[in-house]
T-cell receptor
Framework: AQSVTQLGSHVSVSEGALVLLRCNYSSSVPPYLFWYVQYPNQGLQLLLKYTTGATLVKGINGFEAEFKKSETSFHLTKPSAHMSDAAEYFCAVTTYNNNDMRFGAGTRLTVKP | DSGVTQTPKHLITATGQRVTLRCSPRSGDLSVYWYQQSLDQGLQFLIQYYNGEERAKGNILERFSAQQFPDLHSELNLSSLELGDSALYFC?????????????FGQGTRLTVV
């Protein structure tokens, strides 16, 4: 079955600095990849997704991610962190023939003033 | 607001008891997913229904069961509860059965077993 690994359970950046959250996937068939964000006491909200086509995907709130098949990665980036970006971020994977969406363990992002 | 409604928001119950969690999907969404989020296990996929039929099964215990009704709302039944069942239970819905479709999550039901 497909799976994802998020490197780093906690990431701390200064306001205005680059945000980089890492995600590597494992799948025997072409994956569909997602990044979700979870704010305290809320459900998950989709930031962006990759299914097919352009490998650089832009999402909400200035986030983007690039699908790199050779590296089996789907890292999430944002050029300039904002205080409101502090949350938990989840990478997820599924495939065209499998409705079982597998999530990573999550990365908690802290933004320092 | 994702449009997915989960009730109740909080539930406290004793070991050995049975509870039912309810989910109303977004209007028009045929697919409902259930997830369990706990500190030690992370976010675990439990089960998916599409238009009333079970479509995929994940790490769902035999003590747990779910169903989707004709009006498309879904219920997750948890029985013989144990302390380890304490977690946040999320419901998500999507329009299609397909895996590439975005899933919209509810705010979750926090279950505490004492």
């Amino acid at each position: 079955a497909q799976s994802v690994t998020q490197l780093g359970s906690h990431v701390s950046v200064s306001e205005g600095a680059l945000v980089l959250l890492r995600c590597n996937y494992s799948s025997s068939v072409p994956p569909y990849l997602f990044w979700y964000v979870q704010y305290p006491n809320q459900g998950l909200q989709l930031l962006l997704k990759y299914t097919t086509g352009a490998t650089l995907v832009k999402g909400i709130n200035g986030f983007e991610a690039e699908f790199k098949k050779s590296e089996t990665s789907f890292h999430l980036t944002k050029p300039s962190a904002h205080m409101s970006d502090a949350a938990e971020y989840f990478c997820a994977v599924t495939t065209y023939n499998n409705n079982d969406m597998r999530f990573g363990a999550g990365t908690r992002l802290t933004v320092k003033p | 607001d994702s449009g997915v409604t989960q009730t109740p928001k909080h539930l406290i119950t004793a070991t050995g008891q049975r509870v039912t969690l309810r989910c109303s999907p977004r209007s028009g969404d045929l697919s409902v997913y259930w997830y369990q989020q706990s500190l030690d296990q992370g976010l675990q996929f439990l089960i998916q229904y599409y238009n009333g039929e079970e479509r995929a099964k994940g790490n769902i215990l035999e003590r747990f069961s779910a169903q989707q009704f004709p009006d498309l709302h879904s219920e997750l039944n948890l029985s013989s509860l144990e302390l380890g069942d304490s977690a946040l239970y999320f419901c998500a819905s999507s329009t299609k059965q397909g895996a590439s479709t975005e899933a919209f999550f509810g705010q979750g039901t926090r279950l505490t077993v004492v």
